[in-house]
């Protein structure tokens, strides 16, 4: 297996984790951890999905912020300003924690 397929696959692995409500809490939270390491459209738009739902934890919230504000700090290949505009207020604070650090 090539180490893109692998790749892939870990990402759709950690995708499933980080939707599945009924996954144990601290698995999703790592899962969102993982995913800021990814350079994918999917990964962001399923953590902005996750950062935008209320009923989430404010801890994986905050690692989903976190996670985007990676991706963005990486690669400066989006808007950041419209997400930030959209999301709960845990993961806002992760991202604006991490863009004021810089």
């Not at 996954?23 to 459209?41: I, K, Q």
């Amino acid at each position: 297996m090539s180490e893109e397929n692998s790749q892939g696959g870990h990402t759709g692995f950690l995708l499933m984790v980080l939707a599945d409500n009924h996954e144990e809490p601290h698995l999703r939270e790592e899962a969102a951890m993982y995913l800021g390491h990814v350079d994918d459209a999917m990964a962001l738009a399923a953590l902005i999905c996750i950062a935008s739902d209320q009923s989430q934890s404010a801890a994986l919230l905050a690692r989903c912020g976190n996670a985007i504000a990676e991706m963005w700090d990486r690669n400066r290949d989006f808007d950041v300003r419209p997400v930030i505009d959209q999301i709960e207020e845990p993961a806002k604070e992760a991202i604006l924690g991490w863009l004021n650090s810089k």
